[in-house]
């Protein structure tokens, strides 16, 4: 099966890389993938409130369809991107409060890493694990990408402590008016297999937006106040 056809689609079994080639080449179709995501006119508006846009698009009838999240940081790309690359739990959960854990399992290139990360749910519904690559990719404009998806790794193997979901994340931090604010899209796949109460999915969507605002204060809060006491 593909990854990329006219939608995304997952392996029924998830990739299990060992080679940094084996990494690269996961990358690169996953890039592809992601790009013609990015362009694709089949996006609807579904919220606009507080400077942050959601947009969804069907996903071959799936329950949860694709995200986009869209807004703008008051800095440049190098900036976003260092926040959203750092493994502070604890600075993480300020902006993202429905993680749980998050660890930096391999470190495949300076760009290419694997990472694992619980997610918690509502009490009635098993926290969600992932164990996924994310590679961090610049762009001849000065964009960066940051991007991932699910695979197996011996180091994290499928426990009854959670449920192992799959997905696939995109954050494109695109520079613009002249490099000092960045335009940030978040594209979103995710499959959290087993059930799943449509309310619950409903407020994750919901935590998406939420997030992506609570990233802008915390954004602001770290490299908008240094720059005013400087």
Known sequence: MSWFGPQIEFYEEEASPKSVDDYLALSDACFEGIQKLLHSDEWIPVTDEKGVQMFEMDDNGAPIPLLRIETVFEGTPEELNEIQSSFNLEERKKYDPDIK??????????ELCVLYSVVKTPSIVSDRDFAAFRMIKQLDDGTI???????????????????RAKGLTALYMIPIDGGARTKA????KIDPMGSIPKWVINMGKKNAA?????????????YVASCISY
């Open 101 to 110: 854990e998050l660890e930096l399992l391999e470190k495949i290139t300076d």
């Open 145 to 163: 990408c940051a991007f991932g998806h699910t695979i197996n790794h011996s180091k994290k193997p499928i426990t009854s402590q959670a449920v």
């Open 185 to 188: 899209i978040k594209i979103m």
């Open 210 to 222: 939420v997030s992506m605002r609570l990233t802008v204060k915390y954004f602001d809060s770290v």
